[in-house]
């Protein structure tokens, strides 16, 4: 950092120290929704002098500097009715310098949030029925400031007739006002706003019963928030089998916040008392969209414990300005993702089968990731802020966050090492009581290192831990590490046999997952998404965003080129395909002869099957 940079930080820190119990005040109009326009004012105390106001820039979940400066507009400072004059700082652009006149003891900032690519950074937070509001994307604070010391009086305008979810508490509302109770900048950032025209509240535990659970729905009909009777008894079942799963919980209340639309921006993102949920308008109607959707809400509920109360010291910072390291992201995301599918199996959102189709799948990818012979899984994590937002073109040569699917098999492994070394009198589920489960109370965070975990797997089951982790997470390999699945009692097999998770994801995305047999994924129209370094399409000569044009001289269909890897294994001859690329055509011969090539897992005879055990629930039937 630059002398005059963190002098300006020191002196606005001093600013803002002189009165700790002032709150800054928050108005959001949120009356423009359907534009994808959030108006944003708020009061700040200060003292005279150069003040620096700082716009949030890392933020927890994201795990990188993802706040949406780009989309902050209209930005002004007044004080006593007169515009203040300000300027950016030249090297932290979330930093604005503001200058004081003497006698003024607060001033108001006002700007816009274009929301139109903001909702979780994955696209617009809006439409004409719902909005979700992330409050980092519409607030400032002082410079240097410890964000549970910044305290903030919230408030918003909603459009009218719109009702709203959030783990927020209110202190009075008054047609389409609302206005929250004080809170710190850390609570309010971790408590996210969803609202619509079309909502629904739903209790999934008994009235009474603490801590509560919510599930808010919103979506752009009332048809998309229909939830079954079916489903509303598995997300019960859901924080039945958390709680067993951890024994404790860190929250006062917990709500799932679920959006449903087809117009908004699809993610998910933890929070300590709620989670930000968004998938498509028939996520809860269509069996396919269920079945892809289902490890959603399962696997941000997991991270209450795994990610916001047990954190990694890394990850564990003081304010939004504080880069975040995230090298135990495979410990954060990794073992979430893993918690997350088995809980999605054994709440019953997912039958067995389904489990295993979606983690044969998983393996499958994996062990055709031809970037694992180059870069360690620990880089991945590490590089997060480079690699989230790319595409999907050499992604497998590149790698992607691999630290969430990869992280789930060598979790799996750890489990299943567990199991054998205690024949079945121990597991992950003691380690989750031990590391993530405590005391419950309020939410906190409690911060771990990567000796943290490995002390607390010894005192599940003694092992050399720290060794087998640090070979799956710092070594590069040619193979994916199947050792879970494979002490599980089970092994992953190719055939010709439909995947399940595989075609609902094909018809989804309106594209053929071809990586396991030549070597590409195929997109619509046929363009290739990505080609498998080393595999037969690569060694033929194809490549990302080329074109297929036709498959063995006819006009390419999906279901043609399908019909050629049948071919070619009957009659040994090679596949010919004329593809597009930058506006030339050419001929590819690709000698490939063993047919379509689909992943399962399938059960090895005379080994326990411990997979099976580890998807059974904890309260009640399966």
């Not at 039945?240 to 799932?256: I, S």
């Not at 050419?586 to 399962?600: A, L, N």
Request: charged share 20%; glycine share 8%.
């Amino acid at each position: 950092m630059r002398r005059s940079v963190l002098l300006s930080l020191l002196l606005s820190a001093a600013c803002f120290a002189a009165d700790p119990n002032s709150a800054i005040h928050l108005s959001v109009d949120l009356t423009d929704a359907p534009r994808n326009l959030f108006h944003a004012v708020m009061t700040i105390p200060v003292s005279p002098g150069d003040a620096v106001l700082v716009y949030p820039k890392w933020i927890p979940g994201n795990h990188r500097p993802s706040g949406p400066i780009a989309n902050l507009a209209g930005l002004h400072f007044r004080a006593g009715g007169q515009e203040l004059a300000w300027h950016r700082d030249p090297v932290e652009m979330y930093s604005f310098h503001v200058t004081v006149p003497a006698g003024v003891s607060e001033v108001e900032a006002s700007f816009d949030l274009i929301s139109a690519d903001s909702a979780g950074g994955g696209g617009p937070a809006a439409s004409s029925n719902l909005l979700d509001l992330n409050w980092n994307q519409v607030v400032l604070y002082p410079a240097g400031q410890v964000s549970d010391a910044v305290r903030v009086a919230a408030s918003a305008r909603l459009p009218g007739g719109w009702k709203y979810g959030t783990a927020l508490t209110t202190a009075r509302s008054s047609g389409n006002e609302v206005a929250f109770n004080p809170v710190s900048l850390t609570t309010l950032v971790d408590s996210p706003l969803i609202a619509g025209v079309h909502y629904k509240e739903i209790e999934l535990v008994p009235a009474g019963e603490m801590p509560a659970h919510y599930l808010d729905l919103v979506g752009d009909a009332e048809s998309d928030i229909a939830m079954s009777p079916q489903d509303i008894a598995a997300y019960r079942k859901l924080v039945a089998e958390a709680d067993a799963l951890f024994g404790a919980h860190h929250y006062r209340q917990y709500r799932f916040l679920y959006t449903l639309s087809d117009q908004v921006g699809h993610h998910g993102l933890e929070h300590h008392e709620s989670s930000d949920n968004s998938t498509g308008e028939r996520t809860l109607l269509d069996p396919d969209d269920h079945l892809l959707e289902a490890g959603l809400l399962p696997h941000e509920f997991t991270h209450s414990w795994n990610g916001k109360y047990r954190r990694p010291a890394g990850l564990a910072t003081k304010n939004y300005q504080e880069a975040m390291i995230g090298d135990l992201l495979w410990v954060y995301e990794g073992l979430t993702e893993y918690l997350g599918d088995v809980l999605t199996a054994r709440s019953g959102l997912w039958t067995p089968e389904q489990y295993r189709d979606a983690l044969a799948a998983t393996a499958a990818m994996l062990d055709h990731r031809a970037g694992r012979t180059w870069r360690p899984l620990e880089d991945t994590a590490v590089s997060v802020q480079t690699l989230r937002m790319l595409g999907s073109h050499w992604q497998n040569w590149r790698r992607s966050l691999d630290y969430y699917p990869e992280g789930e098999l060598i979790w799996l492994e750890v489990d299943s090492t567990i199991r054998q070394l205690t024949k079945g009198q121990r597991s992950m589920d003691d380690f989750c009581r031990r590391f993530q489960g405590g005391e419950s109370g309020p939410p906190k965070v409690v911060q771990y290192t990567f000796d943290d975990v490995v002390r607390t797997l010894n005192d599940v089951a003694p092992y050399d831990w720290a060794t087998l982790l640090k070979e799956r997470v710092q070594q590069t390999s040619t193979h994916a590490p199947l050792g879970g699945i494979e002490k599980g009692g089970w092994k992953l097999i190719y055939s010709d046999k439909p995947n399940s998770f595989i075609s609902a994801y094909e018809k989804k995305g309106k594209f053929a997952d071809l990586t396991d047999s030549i070597g590409v994924s195929i997109g619509k129209e046929g363009e290739l998404d990505d080609v498998i370094h080393g595999s037969p399409a690569f060694a033929a000569g194809l490549g990302p965003g080329m074109k297929m044009i036709a498959v063995n001289g006819r006009k390419y269909l999906v279901d043609r080129l399908r019909e050629a890897l049948k071919s070619a294994h009957d009659t040994h001859q090679p596949i010919e395909l004329i593809v597009e690329a930058s506006q030339f055509y050419k001929t590819y011969s690709v000698p490939y002869y063993d047919g379509e090539k689909i992943p399962h897992l399938e059960r090895v005879e005379g080994q326990p099957d411990i997979l099976g055990n580890i998807l059974k629930a904890k309260t009640g039937a399966n």
